[in-house]
């Protein structure tokens, strides 16, 4: 599918080279002197080389039409290397490789039972993308003492799968949170 340059948008899937490359950064600059181009910085999807390019903004870009299926993880494999994924619709099982999961932060939110988005090219998966938010439990975080600051700050806390997360000082060890996956933010507390 062709697009103009002025709508690549973060995540897009495009066809550079006869490689696919996933779009990290964007940004559109109009110099002064001559015609406005896009900066588009890009991450090779199977050995993960970056590059910067610029597209004039005239250009047409070849964005790869992806076909994106709900899947279902069952459980990990090979020391987490590899997830068994069900599709919701047929059932069917297949094995995915951790490394579709292009940031390596929102890898360690993987678990049982989460519904996820396996986007394919050509019947290959390419890209897996997970819920924008997950339950999690708090571990360990310090406990606060009354009146230690005068303003409202947040404290260290770490997860039970290992991810550290600035919360809120009313948050105690045990409890349940809602995470925003990308960016590892604190949303709220799980209503009981």
Sequence with gaps: MQINANDIRIGNIIDHDNRLWLVLKTMHTQPGK??????????DIKNGT????????????????LNPKDYQILY?????????????????????????????????????EMNIIVEFYN?????????????????????VIKGQTAAA?????????????????????GERIIVKIEGCEYIERVKK
Excluded at 34 to 43: I, L
């Design 34 to 43: 001559g015609g406005a181009y896009m900066q588009v910085e890009m991450k």
């Design 76 to 112: 990990t494999d090979n020391n987490n290397k590899i997830f068994v994924a069900m599709d919701n619709n047929t059932f069917e099982q297949i094995n995915l490789n951790i490394d579709l999961i292009t940031d390596e932060q929102q890898r360690l939110f993987i678990e049982p």
């Design 50 to 65: 970056k590059i910067n390019i610029r597209y004039r903004s005239s250009e047409t870009i070849s964005k790869a039409a």
């Design 153 to 173: 700050s947040y404290k260290p806390a770490t997860l039970s799968n290992g991810v550290r997360i600035m919360v809120p000082p009313f948050i105690e060890s």
């Design 123 to 143: 019947n290959t998966p390419i890209i897996v993308k997970l819920p924008t938010t997950v339950i999690a439990t708090v571990k360990y975080c310090e406990t």
